[in-house]
């Protein structure tokens, strides 16, 4: 049963991926033929064609490799400078050039001269390349929101569920009180497991946070007004300073790192609470920052996961993972042990996470990515609208076809990046409990 499980989340996983790449190439898709340019293929998959049909003049298929997709676009680069298409040279790195500006013109038919790409305005290329990448940010915002506001989160509420019996260090690494440890400030107030803290120091608090900030400010006495057993008690207590684990500035703990700051002495309930429209927004972008600062700090991870890959070393679970390691975890996400709406959100969130790597990695300004493309189109638009300023000649359109030895190497050092996670995920995956 638990391999049925395992291959089921695989599979729903999979399948929300290969949506998210033809939604992805849509956008490509729908713009391009808004503004004119020809599509002879829109393609969801790399290698052999297992399925496709031809409409009008765009051939759409299925390939045997889920690991991407693209669309063809006729005319992505200019011609050469001497107005030919193809012409050919020694030197390697004049060859990837002349091989590019060939391969977007070799389906060129007669009337498609009214029909390149690169004879598109500035401002319309750029359309057409980001559209791919916000389909994807819209994907992620859309789940995102929609799990968070009707599901919600696993959050520590201002309920008791028990109460520290003395004051123990953070930092101590132990659960026992030891003698000599002074009693909890909570048990010498009579706070009791059940309670429900409504306002500390008169100030009412609706969420742990709040009445978190509220303690750790607080070192003497103070007043707590709780909900128990269907009537309000005000309790009076002495908060003591102790060591505690660090605050970030999303509010988030942060481990291995304490601060002194007023101590009460009780756990703090979880359970699902659904988010508020503003709740969600601010959650989510907190989430675009945490990935874009993820994706920028990448090639600092690359020891870690090589020691995870090749040397047994931890990998974290923050560690980046590839389409293989995604898989996995939702194959793991339907075995655990908890209700069904618990799994189907944590796979949403997983599918909402991915197409945000998605369109942040798309959106990096460089060759062959998407954020190249557009990177291109705008210094086009930049040296035009310079010349024209200063009544120069007009340059022409930008030949990006000149930087494809750069796009080599970049896709290169990706497609080993992208070796190193798969081994790391094959042999020594990120886990989940």
């Known amino acids: ?17 290969l949506f998210s790449i ?10 391009a033929k808004m503004f004119g340019i020809r599509v002879p293929q829109y393609m969801v998959g790399f290698g052999p064609t297992i399925w496709s049909k031809r409409k009008n003049d765009t051939e759409y298929g299925i390939k045997a490799i889920p690991l991407g997709g693209y669309i063809r676009m006729i005319g992505m680069f200019p011609p050469g400078a001497d107005g030919r298409i193809e012409s050919r040279s020694t030197s390697p790195w004049r060859s990837m050039v002349e091989d590019a500006r060939s391969a977007a013109f070799e389906e060129l038919q007669p009337g498609d001269e009214k029909l390149l790409f690169y004879t598109r305005k500035p401002w319309k290329r750029v359309i057409v390349m980001f559209a791919g990448p916000f389909m994807n940010l819209i994907l992620a915002v859309a789940i995102f929101l929609g799990v968070a506001m009707s599901y919600g989160f696993q959050t520590q509420t201002t309920d008791v569920a028990a109460v520290q019996q003395c004051v123990i260090s953070q930092s101590a690494k132990r659960q026992t009180c030891e003698k000599g440890d002074p009693v909890s400030p ?3 107030a009579g706070l009791k497991q059940g309670d429900k803290i409504v306002a500390f120091n008169g100030r009412k608090v609706a969420d742990w946070s709040t009445l978190s900030d509220l303690i750790r400010k607080t070192i003497g006495p103070a007043t707590i007004t709780v909900q128990r057993d269907g ?3 005000v309790l009076h207590a002495k908060l003591l300073s102790n060591t505690v684990l660090k605050k970030d500035s999303n509010g988030d703990v942060v481990q291995d790192k304490y601060v002194p700051a007023g101590y009460l002495g009780f756990a703090a309930s979880t359970k699902i609470v659904p988010l508020t429209f503003s709740q969600s927004v601010d959650r989510m972008g907190t989430m675009i920052e945490d990935s874009a600062k993820r994706i920028v700090d990448l090639p600092s991870e690359i020891p870690a996961l090589w020691r995870a890959a090749f040397d047994g070393g931890e990998r974290k679970a923050d560690s980046p993972v590839g389409v293989v390691g995604a898989a996995r975890i939702g194959g793991e996400v339907m075995t655990l042990h908890v209700p069904a709406q618990s799994q189907i959100a944590m796979l949403l969130f997983l599918l909402a996470g991915f197409n945000l790597s998605l369109f942040l990695f798309n959106m990096l300004p460089l060759l062959p990515l998407d954020g190249g493309h557009i990177a291109g189109a ?3 638009a930049l040296r035009r609208n310079v010349a024209r300023v200063f009544s120069r000649p007009d340059p022409g359109p930008f030949d990006v076809a000149k930087l494809m030895p750069v796009a080599y190497v970049v896709a290169g050092l990706f497609i080993c990046f992208t070796a190193l996670v798969f081994i790391a995920d094959v042999v020594n995956p990120v886990k989940i409990s």
Not at 1 to 17: E, R
Not at 23 to 28: A, V
């Open 1 to 17: 049963m638990t391999i049925l499980l395992t291959v089921l989340g695989i599979v729903i996983f999979a399948v929300g991926l």
């Open 22 to 31: 033809a939604f992805h190439e849509m956008g490509h898709l729908s713009t």
């Open 186 to 188: 909570a048990k010498a």
């Open 231 to 233: 009537s309000e008690q």
């Open 378 to 380: 705008l210094w086009e």
